[in-house]
């Protein structure tokens, strides 16, 4: 078998999506998520001009090789827009593959583990009462692990807490807003709002929490320590981690369990994190961290340090890395919990997905593959739209040096 074509889709159902597409000699054809929120298209460019047509005549089932190829095989290793890229390619042969040998992608690295995947939703209100209220819902919803987030007093705009109850987007259109943050509000603020969480809500649910990367590792040090009486499930970025020591200091203070990496894309972002026991949870998602081949290697790795994995799973990654997400976790051992935010309404018109949410955990159907399709003619009618993440300074102006 052979790959004749490739091709990038890029739609903007409710926010853009770029989809890579890699048909082969057969007519069989798989799909990879290549979406990289507020740098679409760089992701496009390279995957257009640089893998395509390196990607032409190559046999699809050799996932292993080609893998080495575009990460090993480039002199520009890594970085966030490549690494998009490769993992688009890996995940799309892996769908290939499963459709060549009529199985699910999970019985190829596997089978299944577990029958279907906890995930935790988002709670995110203007202020303490309305994020209670939120997290009230989700609970309703049947969700057992709930991440919290809530606008901050003093703080006019905080990361991912929508002013008018618009579905979760950090991203805006045009270019990037501009944004002021105080951390000294945020610290002071945060534990008293898990307080009345547990206090509203008992000991049972699951409660997670986003730094986001705002604080330096002593700041994150104080308040994974004085979050400990609310028992997290994680904590989650606390600092930006490129200083991976910076972690050190969160660990010598606290038990608070930590996540870190959705902006990660290599097992190289991660060793010294797993050899010193520095965190709990991996978050790099299939569609950032290398695709399926190199998440086995990481999962793999950190399992030898009891480090489980809870994939980033933002709306800003389409159906397609959900679905490979869903195969992954359902097959590996270490496997933690699914970050899980449903699509817009919208987006369906776009893609036909093959999983489901039911009282807190998400499972799959036995399509071969992946198993989710695009609708190629229904993307057109959703152009690309510029948007971008925004930009934070200190309340005097300053860009943060965290
Ligand atoms: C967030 C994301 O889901 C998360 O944990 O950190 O919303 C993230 O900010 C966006 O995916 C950025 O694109
Ligand atoms: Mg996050």
């Known amino acids: 078998m052979k790959i004749t074509e490739a091709k990038v889709i890029v739609c903007c159902p409710g926010r853009n ?49 080609i893998w080495h190829y575009f990460y090993r095989g480039v002199y520009w290793r890594r970085g966030a827009v490549s690494m998009t890229a490769v993992s688009a390619i890996d995940m799309a042969l892996w769908d290939i593959k499963g459709k060549v040998l009529n199985t699910p992608l999970y019985n190829l690295i596997g089978g299944k583990s577990r029958d279907k995947v906890l995930v935790y939703c988002h709670a995110n209100g203007k202020n303490i009462d309305d994020t209670l209220d939120k997290v009230g819902t989700e609970i309703e919803n049947g969700f057992k692990a709930v991440r919290i987030q809530s606008g901050i007093p003093g703080i006019e705009n905080t990361y991912g807490v929508s002013k008018d109850n618009k579905p979760y987007e950090p991203a805006h259109k045009g270019l990037a807003h501009e944004e002021f943050w105080d951390t000294s509000s945020y610290l002071n603020f945060i534990p008293a709002l898990f307080k009345k969480v547990r206090e509203t809500y008992g000991d049972n649910l699951h409660l997670l929490h986003d730094v986001h990367h705002r604080c330096t590792p002593i700041e994150a040090a104080r308040l994974a320590r004085e979050l400990e009486p609310y028992h997290l499930f994680w904590l989650e970025d606390p600092v930006a981690g490129e200083l991976q020591e910076g972690l050190r200091l969160i660990r010598q203070h606290s038990t608070t369990p930590i996540a870190i990496g959705e902006v990660f894309n290599s097992i190289y972002d991660y060793s010294t994190l797993f050899s010193e ?72 018109e776009v893609f036909k997905t093959n999983y489901q949410y039911e009282n807190g955990f998400l499972s799959i159907d036995d399509s071969p593959g992946i198993g989710v399709d695009i609708d190629e003619k229904s993307a057109l009618r959703f152009p690309y739209t510029m948007a971008r993440l925004p930009v934070n300074r200190k309340t005097d102006g300053t860009m943060f040096n965290w």
Request: proline content about 4%.
């Open 17 to 65: 999506f770029v989809t890579l597409k890699i048909i082969t000699d057969q007519g069989i054809f798989g799909l990879g998520d290549a979406t990289l929120n507020g740098m679409e298209k760089s992701v496009v460019a390279y995957l257009e001009n640089y893998c395509i047509p390196s990607l032409i005549g190559r046999d699809p089932a050799n996932t292993e090789d």
């Open 277 to 348: 026991q520095l965190i709990d949870y991996i978050r790099m998602p299939v569609a950032h961290g290398g695709g399926i081949t190199h998440l086995l290697k990481v999962s793999a790795m950190a399992s030898v340090y009891h480090i489980n994995t809870g994939f980033h799973g933002a709306t800003d990654l389409s159906p397609v890395n959900l679905a490979a997400a869903i195969h992954f976790n359902l097959a590996v051992n270490n496997f933690g919990i699914q970050e899980y935010m449903p699509h817009q309404e919208i987006v369906n």
